[in-house]
Every structure is written in C-alpha cells, then in structure tokens.
C-alpha cells in the first residue's frame, strides 16, 4: 500500500520548535487526521529548519524533494520579517518557492499555503521590534503570500486570528516565549484541517487512480 506523500515546507512553525513532540507539530497532526479520515498511510516528508528564511528554504529544502508529492503544504515568512527582508524580495522568493511546487501539476486543493502567524502578540516580541510595527509587517506579508497563492491556484489558509486567540490560555505559548505550545499547534491543526477536510480525504481515499 503506498502512502500518500505529504510535503511540509517551512520553518520553525512547521517543524514544531516549541512543541513537545515532532508528532504535536501541524503536518504530523493534519496526517494523522488525514489518515483516520481516508484509511490510507500517510508519509510526511518535513524538511523545514528553524530560523530559515524563504532564500534558505530554496537553497537547502527544495533541492531535498526527489518524488512528487501528493499534498503541498508552505508556512515560510517570520524570519523574513524579523530580518527585515523587503517585501519585493519575500515575493520574489515566493514566487521561486510556489513555482517550484507548481511544477508538480497537483490539483489546487491539494497544495495549501499559510500564513505566518501573529507573533507580534507573545512575550518577546519586543526582542523584533513594536508589537504594533511588528503586526504591521506580518499583515503585510501574508498579504502577499495569498496573493501569490491564489494567484497560483493555491488554497490560503490565514491563521492570524487563531495564533493571537489563545494567547492567555495555558500551554499556548512554549517556555521560550515566542514559539507555540502544543495547544496553539493544534489549534492551527484545526483551522487548517477544516479548510482541507474535504478535498485532502478525497485525493486519499484508496480508490486509485486518485493520486
């Protein structure tokens, strides 16, 4: 039985810095569901790194795809931001990064962008800059990043709310003070998997040729 295969592009945001386990990070949360819901093995392959940049992530990630995947997802953009990366030169990087996905001619419903959550609002932030400037250029650059992504055909999926809704609830933000907890990954998990539901259990149900 080949599994589906699950690309997870990114940063520290989707290798899970923070959580307590690499199975509480978002990829490994929306392949399980995945998984219970279609009845089909997942494989996630997660090359993302902390600290990378969308230039770090063409230059050592995208070289490590050597099969197609089945599912896309991209999280790529904090640290654009907080090393104050021009906007023109973060959409040019996307432009490179959701080319390159493009390439594998996947339906739009399966390939999901997202957005970089607001981390103006953790104890930290002040280490980046304002929080009110800080939230500024977050806003901004998700803003291209959906364009981008629709301009594509790519699904965008915003997770700003949702990143500054829990910020009082326990377990929402790691010891670290910056990075997400395992309640705050998981309930990204659920907004997503919400967008995805759908469209990712039907391209995995075990009726091939679907893949």
Do not use: C
């Amino acid at each position: 039985m080949e599994p589906v295969r699950y690309l997870a592009l990114g940063d520290s945001y989707t290798i899970g810095t923070g959580a307590t386990a690499p199975s509480r990070n978002f990829p490994s949360r929306l392949a399980g569901r995945l998984q219970g819901a279609s009845g089909w093995p997942v494989a996630v392959q997660n090359p993302a790194v902390n600290g990378f940049t969308t230039r770090d992530l063409i230059g050592t990630e995208l070289p490590q795809v050597q099969q197609a995947p089945h599912l896309v997802s991209v999280l790529i953009g904090a640290n654009d931001v907080v090393q104050g990366y021009e906007a023109a030169a973060y959409r040019g990087a996307l432009q490179t990064i959701y080319d390159f996905v493009a390439r594998f001619r996947l339906p739009a419903s399966r390939v999901l962008t997202v957005a970089i959550p607001d981390f103006s609002v953790v104890p930290t932030a002040g280490d980046y800059g304002t929080p009110a400037a800080l939230r500024a250029r977050i806003d901004a650059f998700n803003r291209i990043a959906a364009g981008e992504s629709h301009r594509h055909g790519f699904r965008f999926v915003d997770i700003s709310d949702v990143s500054r809704s829990g910020i009082s609830r326990p377990n929402w933000i790691a010891d670290d003070g910056l990075h997400p907890a395992d309640a705050q990954y998981a309930a990204w998990a659920d907004v997503i998997w919400r967008a995805v539901e759908v469209d990712w259990t039907r391209a995995a149900k075990p009726k091939a040729p679907v893949l």
